[in-house]
């Protein structure tokens, strides 16, 4: 299979704080996608994005496909930013089979 | 447009016993992905069936099995329920050119 790697695992900010998540995937993609899973458990799509720049509104992503890495900014952060961030791949030609990381988990504070 | 659903959201079962898990994926998607999510493991593939038939298999042992319907709704099934199988289910639903992946909210099995 593919390794995906997510970094930090754990992340704690001040409301407001800045931040950047990093995805590193050890083969060639044709879909990665970033995802936030709430507190039950369901994972809210946040970004499609194989390659290139997407932005919506205080979120960011940007996926380098021929360096293997992702990066997810989040701008001032909220307390319902709080939650585990997770980037998923799909190996080009291995169908809709993802491969997720192990994560960030991400505590944003009053 | 509706998402992605699952029955039930919440099962308790015991140990060898077996249970269905059922997936309804958005209207339109013939794409449906299962996966398992442990604190140990994280998130592993289980499955995918496409116009119902299983298109990619995950490495699970053969009591994890599943099907498709004609109207693209799946089904997953456990049999002989293991201590490990306690996990939160997902399923997942893809349109046929098979670009973003849009996740049910799960159905947490217990096994006792």
Same mark, same amino acid.
Request: aromatic share 12%; with cysteine; hydrophobic share 30%.
């Given at each position: ?110 | ?26 209207? /339109? ?28 298999? /995950? ?6 099995? /599943? ?46």
């Amino acid at each position: 299979g593919i390794q995906v790697e997510q970094s930090p695992p754990d992340l704690i900010l001040q409301e407001g704080a800045n931040s950047t998540l990093r995805c590193n995937f050890s083969d060639s993609v044709n879909n990665l996608q970033w995802f936030h899973q709430n507190p039950w458990g369901q994972l809210i799509n946040l970004f499609y994005i194989p390659s290139g720049t997407k932005q919506n509104g205080r979120l960011s992503a940007t996926t380098v496909a021929t360096e293997r890495y992702s990066l997810l900014y989040i701008s001032s952060s909220q307390t319902t930013d709080s939650g585990v961030y997770f980037c998923a791949v799909e190996r080009t030609g291995a169908g809709n089979q993802f491969y997720f990381g192990t994560g960030t988990s991400l505590t944003v504070i009053p | 447009k509706a998402g992605v659903t699952q029955t039930p959201r919440y099962l308790i079962k015991t140990r060898g016993q077996q249970v269905t898990l059922s997936c309804s994926p958005i209207s /339109g998607h013939r794409s449906v992905s299962w996966y398992q999510q442990t604190p140990g493991q994280g998130l592993q593939f289980l499955f995918e069936y496409f116009s119902e038939t299983q298109r990619n298999k /995950g490495n699970f042992p053969g009591r994890f099995s /599943g099907r498709q319907f004609s109207n693209s709704r799946s089904e997953m099934n456990v049999s002989t329920l293991e201590l490990g199988d306690s996990a939160l289910y997902l399923c997942a639903s893809s349109s046929d050119e098979g670009y973003e992946q849009y996740f049910g909210p799960g159905t947490r099995l217990t096994v006792t």
